[in-house]
């Protein structure tokens, strides 16, 4: 008898040990004020599978800049995550999938149906030679100028709907002593030059640098530093100090007429702090973009070699699936890929954001990883500094077709 309880106690010993070693690590940049849409994630994976030790690996920093440093780190040390959050487009396979380091998802793909649910040129994102490497979780706009409504009509303004009518709005605002467009860290200086960049250009050209059918130096690339250069005169002077949401905390509040930033700004201004779409927060697209949209998405993965593949496995179906992104997208500001989601569920800014992802032309980030490869995206930076610290146009545009020739961008 002994014998026997002695067994199964070993037994459930050996189960209860099996258990508790189940674990999925989640790598990703969302914390602070983007930590609830993914909390809502987890909250749906726990239900569904409670002996799991769920593990949310955060790294802080606006736009992954941080994060990605990290995982670099891991990913070539031979210590992945079980999943982790990627940019589609370039950031992912130009990098990870073209390094090998990323397991083909063609099979999950096939079993959830996913191939008819996701537009196709973010499956072209997220795939090589027809094989998808994540699951996409949603879709951020990134050229978004917002503003305080009840603001724009005290000071008898309109937002503005190319960059030559933001100019001639700049001088008014300054004349009352208000900063007409308010900027913060690097990297969101970054995202506004990609704004100012497809205003300038136009779809069509923005495109071409990516594809590398306009240099960098040309003059119509020049001529995008120049009006960068005059947006900068527009802006606060204190911005290397501040986050995005600081950034859009001076807008709220009436400092500052204007931020461009992403549509993650809806979900804060929104969820944070607890504003309504069109009355307590406004928002158009970028001067001179209306009528297209700079696309990102975010996703995850399976990287090789994990040792909770079957836990990942589970984490990928609930994120691909209509109610995993029905629950993290209307928290997070963004919409769903899936062309089914529930659009009910979402704010009024994320119904206008569905209805122009499906009627606008769509082109790719370079800051959030859609446009270039990883190498000219980091080094992207540096251009910007050299921009920032000499104001010519000329060097700028020089320094990014020489990293576009090193980095093999468009190839």
């Not at 940019?87 to 380091?101: F, P, S």
């Not at 949209?293 to 836990?311: C, Q, R, S, Y």
């Not at 589970?314 to 993290?328: C, E, I, P």
Request: a positive charge; hydrophobic letters at 40%.
């Amino acid at each position: 008898m002994k014998k026997v309880l002695a067994a199964v106690t070993v037994s459930l010993l050996a189960a209860s040990a099996a258990a508790q070693s189940k674990q999925l690590e989640i790598f990703s940049w969302w914390a602070g004020d983007e930590g609830p849409a993914l909390e809502a994630l987890v909250k749906l994976y726990k239900a569904k599978y409670p002996a799991v030790d769920v593990q949310n690996a955060t790294v802080t920093g606006g736009s992954g800049v941080n994060a990605r440093a990290v995982l670099k780190t891991r990913m070539l040390g031979g210590d992945p995550p079980d999943s982790f959050q990627v940019h589609a487009g370039q950031e992912l396979t130009g990098t990870w999938v073209a390094a090998g380091r990323m397991d083909d998802l063609s099979a999950l793909y096939k079993e959830q149906g996913w191939n008819k649910v996701f537009p196709k040129g973010l499956l072209d994102l997220i795939s090589t030679n027809g094989k998808p490497w994540v699951v996409p979780v949603n879709v951020h706009r990134s050229n978004v100028m917002w503003y305080n409504p009840a603001k724009l009509r005290e000071w008898g303004i309109t937002p503005p709907k190319t960059w030559d009518q933001f100019f001639a709005t700049c001088k008014t605002l300054q004349a009352k002593g208000i900063t007409p467009l308010e900027v913060g860290e690097n990297w969101t200086q970054q995202h506004l030059w990609e704004s100012v960049a497809l205003g300038t250009l136009g779809p069509a050209d923005y495109l071409n640098l990516w594809n590398r059918k306009l240099k960098f130096n040309s003059p119509k690339a020049i001529k995008v530093w120049e009006n960068f250069g005059k947006v900068l005169a527009c802006t606060n002077t204190d911005a290397s100090g501040l986050s995005w949401q600081q950034a859009i905390d001076k807008v709220v509040s009436g400092e500052a007429a204007f931020n461009i930033m992403g549509d993650w700004a809806a979900g804060y201004l929104s969820t944070t702090l607890k504003l309504e779409a069109g009355t307590g927060f406004g928002y158009v697209a970028s001067p001179g973009t209306n009528g297209t949209f700079i696309m990102l998405a975010d996703a995850f993965g399976l990287p090789k070699g994990v040792k909770n593949k079957t836990e990942v496995t589970n984490w990928l179906r609930l994120l691909g699936s209509k109610a995993g992104q029905d629950a993290f997208n209307p928290l997070k500001g963004s919409i769903s890929p899936r062309n089914d989601s529930d659009l009910s569920k979402y704010s009024k800014y994320s119904q206008s954001a569905a209805r122009d992802f499906r009627t606008n032309k769509i082109v790719g980030s370079l800051v959030h990883g859609a446009a270039a490869n990883e190498t000219f995206m980091s080094n992207f930076a540096t251009v910007m500094e050299i921009y920032l610290s000499t104001k010519s146009a000329t060097k700028a545009a020089n320094a990014a077709e020489a990293i576009a020739t090193q980095s093999n961008l468009g190839k």
